[in-house]
């Protein structure tokens, strides 16, 4: 079985009535698009972002490739829409915000990104992009985080940009092959997060 172009996995906790109507409009004949659910995941044993959200959207390389071949504009638009209120709707849950527990020093006070939600996206040589959501604030603008993050990597599937672009240091192996990036909510840009410094 192949697998999806866009997914949307959730933990079966959850209500499922936030993630019906996920698919519709995705799905056509070119795009396999796929929501499920899962079980709780229990104990991790793991630095916090490396910790699989409740809700993860998942987007494949061949998505683009579609894309920039035959889609147009139109599917696009129609994936930003769906992420951008998946977004909002995750974490506008209340008490969405998993509890961590660990020993001292283990567990950072200060992460301002969700483990309720994150989106990751295939990038080259086996990688994976995860997009690092903010925690709820009332600055905070989700559709403009997703947008900020589908134009880079549209620009980045077309060649207009490479990893060093985003500040990312391409003598390092990403860990579990992910590249964790963030949206400067100053500069509106994509940015390279190095988890070793973050730890």
């Known amino acids: 079985m192949s697998k ?42 793991c630095l916090e972002w490396f910790i699989f959200p409740l809700v993860a959207a998942y987007i494949s390389k061949p998505y683009f490739e579609a894309f920039f071949g035959e889609m147009g504009k ?14 909002t709707k995750v974490m506008s849950q209340p008490k969405i915000e998993p509890v961590l527990y660990g020993t001292k020093g283990k567990i950072s006070k200060n992460n301002p990104y969700t483990l309720a939600f ?3 996206a295939e990038a080259n040589d086996n990688h994976r992009f995860k997009l690092l959501i903010p925690k709820p604030a009332d600055d905070n603008n989700y559709n403009e985080i997703i947008e900020i993050f589908l134009e880079f990597l549209s620009e980045y599937h077309s060649g207009l940009k490479e990893l060093s672009a985003i500040g990312f240091d391409e003598n390092s192996r990403p860990p579990s092959g992910l590249i964790f990036v963030y949206v400067n909510p100053a500069t509106k840009t994509i940015e390279w997060l190095d988890h070793m410094k973050s730890a």
């Open 74 to 87: 139109d599917h696009y638009a129609i994936l930003k829409k769906k992420l951008s209120e998946t977004t």
């Open 4 to 45: 999806p172009d866009i997914a949307l996995i959730y933990e079966e906790s959850l209500p499922e009535d936030l993630f019906q109507d996920f698919k519709e409009g995705l799905s056509n004949d070119k795009i396999k698009v796929s929501v499920e659910s899962r079980p709780p995941s229990g104990p991790q044993a």
């Open 118 to 120: 994150a989106i990751y």
